[in-house]
């Protein structure tokens, strides 16, 4: 059974500052990682999607990247601002029918 | 160019009472699942549905839950007996298939349901 774990689960930085959060899971034999924003008391907002083929994306000040052999993707933020406050999520497609296994998130404050 | 649509977007019920969550998937997507995202906590999946087939209802939690997908296009999530326990927010996805891969699932925006 796929288990997808995030650390931290919380951050707080000030304003400019790059971050970096990791997400790790279980079964290397996925398909895809996505990463997706989700803010309080809305939907969810897909940020990247890396397939299992690839090793990074990007897009503006947002980068992942997938290292299957050691079941970890991580998401670098550049330059944060306050608007990227929210909670971060990711999630392998992964088993016969690639269902979704997300991780518990990480919430991300930017301080001003 | 419309997205996955869910109604209704809040639902408060009693106790004891039915639901039926409707999920309204991107016009062509062959692939629907359903997720459960209970506070505080990633999206958790309940299930799978290829066209009209039901392949993996694996995650539903008991017999009180069951899905639907009659046409292949539009769903139909039902909580019988509601409980207190089952106030979540229910989310719908639907994903295209290439061959026998699964692409990107496009999620609604999510029924939330509050059990009184």
């Known amino acids: 059974k796929q288990e997808v774990t995030q650390i931290p689960a919380a951050l707080s930085v000030p304003e400019g500052e790059n971050l970096v959060l990791n997400c790790s899971f279980t079964d290397s034999a996925i398909y895809n990682l996505q990463w997706f924003r989700q803010d309080p008391g809305k939907g969810l907002t897909s940020l990247l999607l890396?397939?299992?083929?690839?090793r990074e994306q990007t897009s503006g000040r947002l980068n992942a990247s997938l290292d299957k052999s050691s079941g970890r993707s991580t998401l670098y933020i550049a330059a944060s601002q306050p608007g990227d406050s929210a909670t971060y999520l990711c999630a392998a497609y992964s088993g016969g029918y690639q269902k979704v296994t997300f991780g518990t998130g990480t919430k991300l404050q930017v301080i001003p | 160019g419309a997205g996955v649509s869910q109604s209704p977007r809040y639902k408060v019920t009693k106790r004891g009472q039915d639901v039926a969550l409707r999920c309204d998937p991107i016009?062509?997507?062959?692939?629907l699942y359903w997720y459960r995202q209970a506070l505080g906590q990633g999206p958790e999946f309940l299930t799978y549905?290829?066209?009209?087939?039901?392949?993996?209802k694996s995650g539903l939690p008991n017999d009180r839950f069951s899905a639907e997908r009659p046409e292949g296009s539009i769903s139909t999530l039902t909580i019988q007996r509601t409980e207190q326990r089952d106030s979540a927010m229910y989310r719908c996805a639907s994903s295209t298939r290439t061959g026998g891969t699964y692409n990107e699932q496009f999620f609604g925006p999510g029924t939330r349901l509050t059990v009184l």
């Open positions: 890396i397939q299992s083929s690839q």
């Open positions: 549905f290829n066209y009209e087939a039901q392949q993996d």
């Open positions: 016009s062509g997507h062959v692939s």
